[in-house]
């Protein structure tokens, strides 16, 4: 059937001016938001690994006021450092110990089952360190005090109502990167810090049996949360799970 | 020659013997007043020990289907697959092995956790025995009510782990798993296989029921996040992850 041309001007204009917001609004829903990231330059003379990024010199905001088993709040200074952008991967752990196994088709995944005192040798390997806690702390959060790397909104993991954990590519949530360019810290796996957990008031047979470990997933069957940004997690040195992995440091001056 | 016709004989023979062998039924049945109670009572006592999922507020119970509890005389233990030989452990065979005991916690996927003392053989101890094979790489469990499951070897040998036959020193309840259960406490209670009645070591997996039924992971170690502790009032508690201790956080 011939449509008369009037009908022909009305379905376009229909099409046009109502279907075609709604189709681009669904589009960017679906798709990430990718944050603008305002990186600070490094000084000259400064070389920074492409794997790495660059944390200026300077004071954070680290811990929560309503936590209190943080430093809830209080201002803390760090010299100039690297990080690496990304956890370790399985692929990478594997060129340092070869008896090193993972399930196939999982080389760019976070490589976990790893020890503090492996992942320390591991570091050292390739010339680099574990992060004590604050550079963990900064390098996630910014110098804003914000809740998540990504800023104050909440929202849950993909592997939401899971009683486990799935782990991803690492790099895989573009949109959750930290200020600095640093991806995954939160989700994915808990990390290995070089810092002894300890708070005010921690009873003293307690010193220095656990390690930090930071930015991971929270579970309660039904639901999983991201961790914040200032939450702390502790496991005794010689832990192995599924949950903990790792990322390299670098200080400035050794360079 | 018989006084009495051989057919009449063998008819008051045979309702003679039928009558003798009901007898103690019909005693039971003409003594007790009310027949249909002494039956109904039978009956209720069977259901009431049936295992089954139960709220307690010690240690809640949980069973993937309900059976009727297994009698530790009559049950044993297989071990097989890539092992120097299949072997059969009766009950009396576990318990004369060298024991250990330990406090700690089974945390279910439902959020609650609970407390127990647990004595039992370490899986070095059974291996020593059954001498698995070095292909073999993971133990595949079954239980006396289809459940099944398949925890890596590695995981097995880490300190803590257990097959227990007693709790809180006394002969481990059949709502918690008797004759033989695996408590391994950094796992998530699905992981910690109640009536045991076999064990495979295999090269690979063969997956478990809640890996296969729904969303939960093989592995099931236990996650950072809350719990729910029973013996706390159910109070949401944080955990670092692995086997659960609540006592350090008693600070808050």
């Known amino acids: 059937m011939v449509l008369p041309m009037h009908e022909k001007i009305q379905r376009f204009v229909y099409t046009f001016f109502y279907l075609t917001p709604l189709l681009l609004t669904l589009i960017s829903c679906q798709s990430e938001q990718i944050p603008e990231l305002n990186l600070p330059t490094p000084p000259r003379g400064v070389v920074v690994p492409k794997e790495m990024v660059y944390i200026p010199e300077g004071e954070f905001i680290m811990g929560h006021p309503d936590h209190n088993k943080t430093v809830r709040g209080k201002k803390v200074y760090t010299h100039a450092y690297l990080i690496d952008k990304f956890e370790v991967t399985n692929e990478q752990y594997k060129k340092f110990d070869s008896t090193y196994r993972y399930p196939q088709g999982q080389n760019n995944y976070p490589a976990t089952y790893i020890s503090y005192n492996m992942a320390v040798l591991y570091l050292d390997f390739v010339g680099k360190r574990l992060p004590i806690e604050a550079e963990w702390e900064k390098a996630a959060r910014g110098t804003d005090g914000r809740m998540f790397p990504w800023g104050d909104k909440v929202f849950g993991p993909p592997n939401y109502g899971f009683s486990g954990l799935v782990t991803e590519p690492v790099g895989k949530r573009k949109a959750l990167v930290s200020p600095f360019g640093a991806y995954d810290m939160v989700g994915n796996v808990w990390e290995w810090t070089s810092d002894w957990y300890s708070f005010e008031g921690m009873p003293k047979e307690y010193k220095k049996k656990f390690k930090v470990i930071r930015g991971g997933v929270l579970s309660v069957h039904l639901r999983s949360d991201y961790s914040y940004t200032f939450d702390r997690n502790y496991m005794p040195s010689d832990s192995k799970f599924n949950f903990i992995g790792f990322r390299g440091a670098k200080s400035i001056k050794s360079q | ?252």
Request: net charge positive; charged share 25%.
């Open chain 2, 1 to 252: 020659m018989f006084l009495v016709p051989r057919r009449k004989f063998f008819k008051f023979l045979i309702s003679g013997l039928v009558s003798l062998g009901l007898w103690p039924n019909i005693a039971c049945n003409n003594s007790n007043q009310n027949k249909h109670g002494a039956i109904q009572e039978k009956i209720s006592d069977k259901i009431s020990r049936i295992i089954r999922n139960e709220n307690r507020p010690d240690f809640n119970v949980r069973s993937f289907k309900p059976i009727s509890p297994i009698n530790r005389n009559q049950w044993y233990l297989f071990t097989g697959g890539l092992t120097k030989g299949p072997r059969t452990f009766y009950f009396e065979d576990i318990v004369s092995l060298k024991s250990e005991t330990q406090m700690s916690r089974l945390k279910c996927v439902e959020c609650w956790s609970a407390k127990a003392k647990w004595e039992g053989i370490s899986i070095k101890t059974l291996l020593e025995i059954v001498k698995p094979m070095e292909q073999a790489k993971w133990v595949y469990f079954r239980s006396v009510d289809g459940y099944y499951e398949s925890i890596p070897l590695k995981d097995l040998l880490r300190p803590r782990v257990l097959l227990v036959y007693k709790m809180n020193d006394k002969l481990l309840p059949s709502e918690h798993g008797a004759p033989l259960r695996l408590i391994i406490p950094f796992k998530y209670g699905y992981k910690n296989v109640k009536y045991i009645t076999r064990m495979e070591f295999l090269e690979k997996d063969k997956s478990g029921h809640w890996s296969d039924e729904g969303s939960y992971s093989l592995d099931g170690s236990i996650q950072p996040g809350y719990d729910h502790p029973l013996d706390k009032g159910k109070k949401r508690i944080f955990i670092n992850g692995g086997e659960v201790f609540h006592d350090f956080d008693k600070l808050g």
